[in-house]
């Protein structure tokens, strides 16, 4: 009793090992995942170091500075790389801390639709009947609501803020979660292993976490690296409408509403930080579909 | 086909009591008194006060509060706007048409765009075409498309002066209202340029909306097209001789384009809910920009009734596009 289940629910370091290496080998024949990879990676790098590197403090206001452009223009200097905001801010500097935010930002809200989702989705598949019934319904209502709508409405309930809109958007990507996660559950539980842990005298919570659960992870990280990149989307588009981030946070998207009455005057005000956030988005996309292409096995034939 | 449509509406029903119920609590669980509220800044005497907590029914317990608001929904009243004090359903339908003119313009693009791109990409697999749409299609889909607005702005009403910045049809023309669609109204008024103006207001709204959408419908056409093409069926067409333009355009399309046309479908649902982001940069008046003024106005009826509408189009619309699922695919009519 104390040898036999060990051996069945620990793979040997080796074939762990290899599955990462395999993994890997597929990621890495995808020239715009890897690229992806770098640039998110280079993203956390500049996150970490941001009071290193910022040549500013971010909300700093230079009084003789009002809305000076880019270096290369006429009348900016190498004093200001980037220009500055109305109030003289310099924004290359507010948009390296603003990288924070948004990776903040996604780590939360993935961790916390990720965990509710997976909880609840392994609870209504493997129980199944009524209790399956009642948590997809409520599902169904969250989903019958478009996903922004609904977070703008949960914020104006909670009250504007970073920490509210992280919330709402947790709780409008969180059916996504429990949907597969389910589907993944009913399709695993009556398999021959599961049932042969269950006769070894496998507890229910073991079965659901540490049997089934391994086994339904693939398609759960690729939804988690998409969901990623909409959460900074999101939280972006709540900032942007007045309801994520309050000024003066260097939020890129609370920063591009801000700047939305210079649009015809100072084109660097509006432009860099939303470029920020479409690079971001664009390499965690082109990660993520480097990963589901890595362990999607049917486009492995080839 | 009929069992199959009532088991569809059937299974709607606990959903649509679910939506009903959050967009009851909403108002319930906002901070605040809702007399206070709807009295404003002025204040209100204490006899007013309990005369409207009655009028209002907040005297009675919250479970027949419920049953009374369900009660006046089935009769078709949705309350009334605590700003401009008209019937929030008369409001919301005012508003409709333009949401809808904005939302069919966006789709039928992203269509028109989207699945020749995606077939083109899937049969020339690896291609320069290939890869150079594909790429663009994954930017379009990490795209925040308030700021995708703005620069179009800049680029097309700052600096080449060529389109409106904001609204459906310039100030100068005034006509009544007939459909409630401006490209048709503009017509049927007979003025001079108000069809052209009307388009011109359309144009940057409707690429800004339908970059997602195009860019999802571009991705997934080709993919259902490789797999598609993959098939035996296909390779059986192939060497009997068929020529290879009929064995695309007929054999793989017909079956690729079956996901395909559920998306469309799913992506109709959401746009006709109001696109939130394009109708707010471009003032566009329309449900979106109407559920956001009323958000930031406090005007709850408005927002609760704007929710429950926006819910019962969105499942209304995926439930049409589960029956033409069923019509165009009847594999899974059985199921």
């Known amino acids: 009793m104390t040898a036999t289940p060990d051996l069945a629910s620990k793979p040997p370091a080796g074939t762990r090992r290899q599955m990462l290496a395999e993994l890997w080998f597929y990621f890495s024949q995808n020239r715009g995942a890897v690229i992806g990879l770098w640039v998110t990676l280079a993203l956390v790098v500049v996150a970490l170091a941001a009071p290193l590197i910022a040549p500013h403090a971010p909300s700093m206001q230079y009084r003789d500075a009002f809305l000076v452009p880019p270096f290369w223009q006429e009348g900016g200097s190498t004093r200001f790389l980037l220009g500055t905001d109305a109030i003289g801010r310099d924004i290359l500097s507010r948009l390296i801390y603003g990288s924070r935010y948004s990776l903040f930002i996604g780590a939360v809200v993935v961790t916390i639709a990720l965990v509710g989702g997976i909880v609840i989705g392994l609870v209504a598949g493997f129980f199944g009947g009524w209790v399956d019934a009642v948590i997809m319904r409520v599902m169904d209502v969250i989903l019958a609501f478009p996903s922004l709508l609904l977070a703008l409405v949960l914020v104006a309930v909670l009250g504007p803020g970073l920490m509210n809109a992280m919330i709402a958007i947790a709780l409008v990507l969180q059916p996504h979660f429990a949907r597969l996660t389910r589907a993944a559950v009913m399709a695993e539980k009556n398999r021959e292993y599961v049932v042969a842990a269950q006769v070894a005298g496998a507890g229910r919570l073991r079965l659901m976490f540490r049997t089934i659960l391994p086994n339904c992870l693939a398609p759960l990280i690729v939804q988690g690296t998409l969901s990623f990149s909409n959460a900074i989307l999101d939280a972006a588009a709540l900032g942007f409408l007045g309801m994520g981030a309050q000024p003066p946070t260097p939020e890129w998207g609370t920063m591009l509403a801000e700047a939305r009455e210079f649009i015809l005057r100072a084109w660097w005000v509006v432009t860099f930080p939303g470029l920020a956030i479409l690079i971001t988005v664009l390499a965690i996309n082109l990660m993520g579909d480097g990963l589901r292409d890595a362990l999607d096995p049917k486009l492995k034939r080839s | ?335």
């Open chain 2, 1 to 335: 086909m009929i069992r199959f449509f009532l088991g569809k509406l059937l299974y709607l029903v606990p959903t649509f009591l679910g939506v009903t119920i959050v967009a009851f609590g909403f108002v319930r669980v906002l901070p605040g008194d809702p007399v206070l509220l709807m009295a404003g800044e002025r204040g209100i005497s204490p006899e007013r006060y309990d005369q409207l907590m009655q009028q209002l029914g907040y005297d009675q317990p919250v479970w027949w509060q419920y049953l009374e608001f369900l009660g006046r929904l089935f009769r078709g009243d949705l309350g009334e706007s605590l700003v401009t004090k008209s019937p929030v359903l008369s409001e919301f339908l005012t508003l409709f048409p333009a949401t809808v003119e904005l939302a069919l313009c966006a789709i039928v693009l992203a269509t028109l765009i989207g699945i020749p791109a995606g077939v083109l990409a899937a049969v020339k697999r690896g291609s320069w075409f290939d890869q150079i749409s594909m790429g663009t299609a994954l930017i379009g889909y990490s795209m925040p498309i308030f700021w995708w607005g703005l620069l179009l702005i800049i680029l097309f009403s700052g600096v080449l002066g060529w389109t409106p910045v904001s609204g459906r049809i310039s100030l100068l023309f005034f006509f009544p209202e007939v459909t409630g669609f401006m490209l048709i109204d503009s017509l049927l008024s007979g003025q001079d340029g108000a069809f052209g103006s009307a388009v011109a207001h359309l144009i940057l709204p409707t690429i800004v909306l339908a970059t997602i959408p195009l860019a999802v419908i571009a991705r997934q056409t080709r993919s259902a097209m490789l797999e598609v093409l993959g098939e035996d069926y296909v390779r059986t067409a192939r060497a009997k001789g068929l020529p290879w333009r009929r064995v695309v355009g007929v054999h793989a399309l017909r079956n690729a384009m079956i996901p395909v046309v559920t998306t469309i479908g799913l992506q109709i649902g959401v746009l006709m809910a109001g696109a939130i982001l394009t109708e707010t940069i471009f003032s566009w008046p329309g449900i979106g920009k109407w559920m956001v003024d009323s958000i930031f106005r406090r005007d709850y009826p408005a927002v609760q009734g704007g929710l429950l509408m926006v819910a019962a189009i969105v499942m209304a619309v995926n439930l049409i596009v589960d029956l033409l699922y069923g019509l165009i695919n009847p594999r899974i009519r059985h199921v």
